[in-house]
């Protein structure tokens, strides 16, 4: 079966944007684990964990391991890596005392804050030079990929 030219170019800049972007998150977090004097450098997993229990204020592990799709023991490395770093605390949970609470200390917080803004500035500088019209564009081709994934998924 032939693809799609155009599908296949579409595969390869999706994939292309994906390691830059992956590229320059790592840069940014090593940046700031260094600038936080972290006793070493977490990986973009352990920001990811870290990010979710941003997002939830406090998190049960379990459920954190359960939405990033990792196993348990991954979970535990993960949290052991940002209690030396003072990144988060863990405590068990009041509801289970078989489950443990992952909640972001103020260092934590900071380090999130700090990647967030790395975020929104490289966005800035990366999209300063596109038109409205292109940012146009590109918004509706990627909406109507969506939709059409969507509709694939509900097949």
Known sequence: ???????????????????LQLRLREKFLAQECMALS???????????????VGEAGCA????????LEINPSTATRRVSRMLSCGLVTKKTSAEDERRFEICLTDKGRLLLERMD?????????????????????VYSCLEREITA???LNEE
Do not use: W
């Open 117 to 137: 803004q790395h975020r929104l500035e490289a966005s800035r500088r990366v999209y300063e030079g596109i038109t409205e019209g292109e940012m146009q564009a």
């Open 60 to 67: 049960v592990m379990a459920e954190i391991a359960k939405r």
């Open 38 to 52: 972290l006793p070493e450098t977490l990986c973009h997993g352990d920001y990811l964990f870290l990010n979710e």
């Open 1 to 19: 079966m032939r693809t799609d030219p155009r599908c296949e170019r579409l595969g390869q800049l999706s994939a292309e944007l994906s390691r």
């Open 149 to 151: 994934l969507k509709k």
